[in-house]
């Protein structure tokens, strides 16, 4: 899988540009505040219908034009494609070989792609929210059924959390049980999936972390919750502790216990990484998740993503910045830095000068 070409139009800085990929190594440098990051935001935006860096598309507009459009050609996973995506300040319309999409899950699984930033290491850092986030992306990029399990499963609990406000306490009562049986439906088919994702993504992630520390450290990845069983057991349990809890969720005002609390547990060495690995340990960490990543997507469905490393260079010492180049060969990357030179260590690579919002050739 890789990306053949972008092309950009009021996109962030961007008036109108197009750049050239080869399925190996490339590399966008310049001076900091160029569009180097930007062009990569668009790479993955274009794979997953998801910025890596805003949740709402209509900052992804140039200022002062009302529309913005990229399109890129790309080999995936069901042959050559065209997606492109026209966004508006009222939305937008992702289409695919000229056919317009109406729902993300269609997007997803054409390219799969690896997005890694220092803004990644609130993956470590943060609350759950961030680790979830990172889940249900990973997992919806290779499981459309999850995808759509996960859109519905909010949505119905956005229903029940509303009812729980309500202040008729009999008419909670009647209704929960309706509710909680649609949610746990889809709960099952989060919790099972989860289940099995972070099996996968605990022994890579050591995996690659021991490669990058060079043995020095361990790192293990384990969820909070150990959701064991078929997805129709985990139903039948979801639904008995959702009814066990109905006095608890009434007086909070908001469903406490589900797929959408839980969280992993991240250890370096035996110790909570999140309060207590340094920042050099805490960005290694949260790059051999990522790393782990691409090998899980290499694995499940015989083909590499495309992986975007953006300005991650800059904060690894040089034994790692190597490492982590030798990782990256067999797949097609995206590497953002400000001198190309410093990054490539004699390595070929389609090397492409930004300036300005535009390429200089």
């Known amino acids: 899988m890789y990306i053949k070409n972008l092309t950009l139009k009021n996109f962030r800085n961007y008036s109108a540009e197009t750049f050239i990929f080869s399925p190996g190594l490339n590399v966008?440098?310049?001076k900091n505040a160029q569009g180097k990051t930007n062009c990569a935001e668009a790479v993955f935006y274009?794979?997953?219908?998801?910025?890596?860096r805003t949740r709402r598309d209509k900052q992804l507009i140039k200022n002062g034009e009302k529309t913005a459009f990229i399109s890129c050609t790309c080999a995936g996973r069901y042959g050559d494609a065209e997606i492109s995506a026209a966004i508006s300040e009222s939305g937008r319309e992702v289409k695919i070989n000229g056919n317009k999409i109406t729902r993300n899950a269609d997007l997803l699984g054409n390219v799969f792609a690896v997005f890694f930033?220092?803004?990644e290491l609130r993956l470590i850092q943060d609350g759950p929210d961030e680790r979830r986030r990172?889940?249900?992306l990973s997992i919806s990029q290779l499981s459309r059924p999850y995808f759509v399990a996960l859109s519905r499963y909010n949505k119905i609990l956005e229903q029940r959390n509303n009812l729980l406000k309500e202040r008729d306490i009999n008419l909670i009562y009647d209704t929960l049980p309706v509710w909680d049986e649609q949610l746990c439906k889809y709960a099952a088919v989060i919790a099972k999936s989860r289940a099995d994702?972070?099996?996968k993504l605990s022994p890579l992630s050591a995996e690659q972390h021991a490669y990058l520390t060079d043995g020095r450290e361990n790192l293990k990845i384990s969820p909070d919750k150990k959701y064991k069983g078929s997805e129709q057991e985990l139903e039948k349990r979801l639904f008995d502790e959702l009814s066990c809890n109905y006095d608890r969720d009434i007086r909070l005002g908001f469903t406490a216990s589900g797929p959408h609390r839980d969280d992993l547990t991240i250890e370096i060495d035996g110790v909570d990484a999140k309060n207590y690995a340094s920042q050099g340990q805490t960005r290694t960490a949260a790059l051999s998740v990522k790393l782990a990543e691409v090998e899980i997507f290499k694995q499940e469905c015989g083909d590499y993503p495309v992986l975007i490393l953006d300005d991650v260079m800059s904060e690894l010492d040089l034994p790692r910045r190597k490492k982590l180049v030798e990782?990256?060969?067999g797949l097609q990357t995206i590497i953002t830095c400000t001198h190309a030179?410093?990054?490539?260590?004699?390595r070929e690579a389609n090397k492409i000068l930004i300036e300005g919002g535009a390429v200089k050739r």
């Open 28 to 30: 966008l440098f310049g």
């Open 327 to 329: 990782r990256a060969v």
């Open 197 to 199: 994702y972070i099996k």
């Open 341 to 346: 030179e410093r990054v490539l260590y004699g």
């Open 46 to 52: 274009l794979c997953t219908g998801t910025s890596p």
């Open 117 to 119: 930033s220092p803004q």
């Open 134 to 136: 990172f889940m249900n």
